[in-house]
């Protein structure tokens, strides 16, 4: 089965960057749907970037501009650059993956395969 595994947070300050890793095992095919969602305690998850290969990647717009999605389909791994780091971009941030072609939308319900998470802090 598949499984996901990211690596890279850490604590930053303010307009600093980090870069997020996500490294897959498993049968993974190179049009699967994949996503870097971010949650805080108390709120729902949300989708930060998405892309499946076809065409730029979709991102949250607070993120446009300061965040990069990039998809590495010889060893279907994902990275998410982020720079300019803000304090509202404090969260446990996953990778997911979809078995499917990205939807317009990105629920997380449409993921049936989650890392355990990354935490970021921006102070």
């Known amino acids: 089965h598949v499984q996901l595994v990211e690596s890279g947070g850490g604590s930053v300050q303010a307009g600093g960057s980090l870069r997020l890793s996500c490294a897959t095992s498993?049968?993974?095919?190179?049009?699967?749907?994949m996503a870097w969602f971010r949650q805080v305690p108390g709120q729902e998850r949300e989708a930060v970037a998405s892309?499946?290969?076809?065409?730029?990647?979709t991102y949250l717009e607070s993120v446009k501009g300061r965040f990069t999605m990039i998809k590495y389909n010889a060893n279907f791994s994902v990275s998410l650059e982020m720079n300019d780091l803000k304090f509202e971009d404090t969260a446990r941030y996953y990778c997911?993956?979809?078995?499917?072609?990205?939807?317009?939308?990105?629920?997380?319900?449409?993921?049936?395969?989650w890392g355990q998470g990354t935490q970021v802090t921006v102070s």
């Open positions: 892309t499946d290969g076809r065409g730029s990647p």
């Open positions: 498993g049968p993974v095919y190179s049009h699967y749907c």
């Open positions: 997911a993956l979809r078995t499917a072609y990205c939807a317009s939308t990105s629920p997380p319900k449409y993921f049936a395969v």
